[in-house]
């Protein structure tokens, strides 16, 4: 089957780092992103690993270790802003549907 | 440059009636997605279109739902009748066709109520 795992809420206050968590088992696995979502708006696109390793850009940072089916989301010098849903998601196959995880709603406080 | 946009945003229709959904995609991305999402679920993948024909239509929950992209341009998901367990966000992503994998670019989604 297909599951992929990440904590359902996280706290920070702002300037904080964060990371947030994902694990993954999937029949199939081509790369990995992470989407930023605010409430009501669109999923945006944040990141994406397809070698293991840290991919950095600019305050946000993804890392991937496709031996133990993980990866991770690092937020640094929280800005309110920040506070939004933070969605995992699997490229089994390339260029085909994309498996979500149900997402991580962060929230940043003052 | 336009974004994905879908229309309407929000819908609210009775059991048995029928529903259509729009999605315009990004100019050129012949890659298109439809994706829901039900409340306190993740968000799960319907159907795929590359150019106007469906390459994978796997999520499709049953004959009730039906996609169309004529022309490979926009597309429209109909739900025909809809039922209750229909609620849900329907998103709609596309993307360039390439080898490998792209960022998807998503729409704000169409809020389906059936009360």
């Known amino acids: 089957g297909q599951n992929i795992d990440q904590p359902t809420e996280m706290t920070a206050t702002e300037g904080a780092i964060v990371q947030i968590n994902c694990t993954y088992q999937?029949?199939?696995?081509?790369?990995l992103f992470w989407y930023q979502q605010h409430a009501g708006e669109a999923p945006t696109f944040l990141s994406y690993n397809v070698l293991d390793g840290l991919e950095e850009k600019g305050r946000f940072s993804s890392f991937l270790s496709r031996s133990k089916g993980y990866s991770y989301l690092l937020l640094k010098e929280l800005q309110m802003k920040d506070s939004a849903s933070y969605l995992c998601?699997?490229?089994?196959?390339?260029?085909?549907?994309?498996?979500f995880g149900k997402g991580t709603t962060l929230s940043v406080s003052s | 440059e336009a974004g994905v946009t879908q229309f309407p945003s929000h819908s609210v229709i009775e059991k048995g009636q029928t529903v259509t959904l729009r999605c315009d995609p990004i100019s050129g991305h012949d890659n298109l997605y439809w994706y829901r999402r039900v409340m306190g679920k993740e968000i799960k993948f319907l159907l795929h279109f590359v150019k106007e024909s469906k390459q994978d239509e796997s999520g499709m929950p049953n004959n009730r739902f039906l996609a169309e992209r004529t022309g490979g341009t926009y597309s429209t998901l109909k739900v025909q009748p809809a039922e209750l367990e229909d609620s849900g966000v329907y998103f709609c992503?596309?993307?360039?066709?390439?080898?490998?994998?792209?960022?998807?670019?998503f729409g704000q989604g169409t809020r389906l109520t059936v009360v």
């Open positions: 998601a699997v490229s089994g196959q390339a260029g085909t549907a994309l498996i």
């Open positions: 992503a596309s993307s360039q066709l390439v080898q490998g994998d792209t960022e998807a670019f």
């Open positions: 999937t029949s199939g696995f081509n790369g």
